[in-house]
């Protein structure tokens, strides 16, 4: 059975990082094809790709987080590591973890249950 | 990669048919995936490769189209498909989301 759990602070404030830590079981990163990644997604609106990592520790990062985004793994402990730097009231939104099983294809296929993430002073 | 759906909401009557779009800004591959989402609630995968129902998913979800042009259809809405339903690309890195249908009880 696979699931995935965010963990991190609720409240951030401007300027500050945000670090996030995905933990997830039923699967293993260091299977070939498996990939995980951050989602976000504002209140009311769409999800957005942030970042995935793969089994090889290939990274990829959406355009306009780039520059304040990192994203790694720990295969042993099998989690993966979202960190943020420079946090806006705009980033507020709630952070879901998701896997991607590339044999199948590069959608999401299991999400964890989200964390909400509000960027305030 | 733009995903523009259509109605951003959709009234329908209990045991009706619904039928959400989804277009793409530019030609694609069947990359195409459709999302559940209930209030709280992470998204749910109900369909990828534009037409293949994800496991566990109820026969009256279908999805179809190419190009630019998809669509699911839920044959006969019941009381738990009141949701926002969502479509993505993944042609391409970042995959990318359409903004969304909110299916709600006519």
């Not at chain 1, 957005?48 to 295969?75: F, G, M, N, P, Q």
Request: some cysteine; glycine content about 8%; proline content about 5%.
């Amino acid at each position: 059975q696979v699931t995935l759990r965010e963990s991190g602070p609720a409240l951030v404030k401007p300027t500050q990082t945000l670090t996030l830590t995905c933990t997830f079981s039923g699967f293993s990163l260091s299977t070939d094809g498996m990939c995980v990644g951050w989602i976000r997604q504002p209140p009311g609106k769409a999800p957005e790709w942030l970042a995935r990592i793969d089994w090889e520790d290939d990274k990829y990062y959406t355009t306009s987080v780039k520059t304040r985004v990192t994203i790694s793994k720990d295969t042993s402990k099998n989690q993966v590591v979202l960190t943020m730097t420079n946090m806006d009231p705009l980033d507020t939104a709630t952070y879901f973890c998701a896997r991607i099983d590339t044999t199948k294809g590069y959608f999401v296929d299991y999400w964890g249950q989200g964390t909400l993430v509000t960027v305030s002073s | 990669m733009v995903m523009t759906q259509s109605p951003a909401t959709l009234s329908v009557s209990p045991g009706e048919r619904a039928t959400l779009s989804c277009g793409a800004s530019h030609s694609m591959s069947n990359y195409l995936a459709w999302y559940q989402q209930k209030p709280g609630q992470a998204p749910r995968l109900l369909i990828y490769g534009a037409s293949t129902r994800a496991t566990g998913i109820p026969v009256r979800f279908s999805g179809s189209g190419s190009g630019t042009e998809f669509t699911l259809t839920i044959s006969s809405l019941q009381s738990e498909d009141f949701a926002v339903y969502y479509c993505l690309q993944y042609n391409n890195w970042p995959g990318t989301f359409g903004q969304g249908t909110k299916v709600e009880i006519k």
